[in-house]
């Protein structure tokens, strides 16, 4: 069946740097957009950033624009998200998700879903 599953999540200093990435088997995620969220304790879920070709088609959540950057590697079937810059804020458990059309913030455009990697800023 296909899957995804995220990894590098882990303990960081605040305004360090972590990077997650995300690999799907079962099948090939190349068509489709693939996007970030996250959730926080006591948070809702909420949309992080997504792809689709590239640069041409990528958006972000204005809280991580300038400090978080999403690409992918096709022939890997893979996604990644580089977070600089993080505060104790991005704390969370990061899902990767795929199956979007186009780069959504909405979640339900997502068919595929990770179990999640947690990803703590201190301070």
């Known amino acids: 069946q296909a899957q995804l599953v995220e990894s590098g999540g882990g303990l960081v200093q605040a305004g360090g740097s972590l990077r997650l990435s995300c690999a799907g088997s079962?099948?090939?995620?190349?068509?489709?957009?693939m996007g970030w969220f996250r959730q926080a304790p006591g948070k809702e879920r909420e949309f992080v950033a997504a792809?689709?070709?590239?640069?041409?088609?990528?958006i972000y959540a204005d809280s991580v624009k300038g400090r978080f950057t999403i690409s992918r590697d096709n022939a890997k079937n893979t996604v990644y998200l580089q977070m600089n810059s993080l505060k104790r804020e991005d704390t969370a458990v990061y899902y990767c998700?795929?199956?979007?059309?186009?780069?959504?913030?909405?979640?339900?455009?997502?068919?595929?879903w990770g179990p999640g990697t947690q990803v703590t800023v201190s301070s």
């Open positions: 792809i689709k070709w590239s640069r041409f088609s990528i």
């Open positions: 998700a795929a199956g979007a059309q186009a780069p959504s913030s909405w979640s339900g455009e997502y068919d595929y």
């Open positions: 079962g099948r090939t995620f190349s068509s489709y957009a």
